[in-house]
């Protein structure tokens, strides 16, 4: 059973969110009695940084999300009006900011070729300069069979 007052500390402290330093101050100025009373300080004082570590985790995860929704948003309403003659350089620019974001090293839209059903054209792509040159076309059966199921049946 942990000592009331410890427990009491470090609820106080968990509920400190603002000053994780003076938590710390706190919980390292605990007058110790007992060597049972240490161990416990020293239990509690891992709970705390594991919450810790948990709560930066999900903070930063969360401003991840609000940041690719921003962008989304900003993307979307880019495409709102846009003249026609505008439409491609935004979408190169749209999956420009997109690979950014996400740090991807490349992004291609494909189109189906007319000229054979299983062909497909490079149509938007991104990708870093110093990468090497994407096919112009590509057979889907053999680079992307499942894909190709997947969409036919569909």
């Known amino acids: 059973m942990v000592d009331g007052a410890l427990h009491y500390r470090l609820q106080t402290a968990i509920r400190m969110d603002r000053s994780e330093k003076k938590t710390a101050r706190q919980l390292a100025k605990a007058k110790v009695k007992s060597s049972k009373q240490k161990k416990q300080?020293?239990?509690?004082?891992?709970?705390?940084?594991?919450?810790?570590?948990?709560?930066?985790?999900?903070?930063?995860?969360?401003?991840?999300?609000i940041h690719f929704e921003t962008l989304l948003n900003e993307i979307s309403a880019g495409f709102v009006n846009l003249p026609v003659n505008r439409i491609d350089a935004a979408i190169e620019a749209a999956q420009r900011r997109i690979c950014e974001c996400l740090d991807l090293d490349l992004s291609a839209l494909w189109q189906w070729s007319g000229s054979s059903p299983h062909y497909m054209t490079v149509t938007r792509l991104h990708s870093p300069p110093e990468d090497p040159e994407i096919p112009k076309g590509i057979d889907a059966g053999e680079a992307f069979p499942w894909v190709l199921e997947r969409l036919l049946r569909d």
Do not use: G, M, Q
């Open 41 to 65: 300080l020293k239990i509690l004082c891992r709970r705390l940084n594991r919450e810790r570590s948990r709560r930066r985790e999900v903070e930063k995860r969360c401003a991840d999300r």
